[in-house]
């Protein structure tokens, strides 16, 4: 079973950047799905941004036009750059993998949007 982990999570202001990072533990090039998903406090978990079969991208409509999810296969890695951050984005991100009929997910980073 492919292993995911997540960093670069930590506090930023309010309009600024950060980019996580999912190292997953073999290649990623066959995975079905591959992406990030986050919860915030009190809220269910929401996808925030997914490659589908490895080419088409899926980004949640909150985050759209200040998310980009991108993948480094010969690293085995895929990476969310956020930008614009608002408090609203606060919550710990997970990274997540599908195949084979299996849910794989990470240990989270958190992420907090605060001044």
Known sequence: ?????????????PGGS??????????????????????????ERELVARFINGGRTDYADSVTGRCSIARDNAKNTVY?????LKAEDTAVYYCNAYYNALTVWGQGTQVTVSS
Request: glycine share 12%; aromatic share 6%; with cysteine.
């Open 1 to 13: 079973q492919v292993q995911l982990v997540e960093s670069g999570g930590g506090l930023v202001q």
């Open 18 to 43: 950060l980019r996580l990072s999912c190292a997953a533990s073999r290649s990623i090039s066959s995975l079905n799905y591959m992406g990030w998903y986050r919860q915030a406090p009190g809220k």
């Open 80 to 84: 969310l750059q956020m930008n614009d």
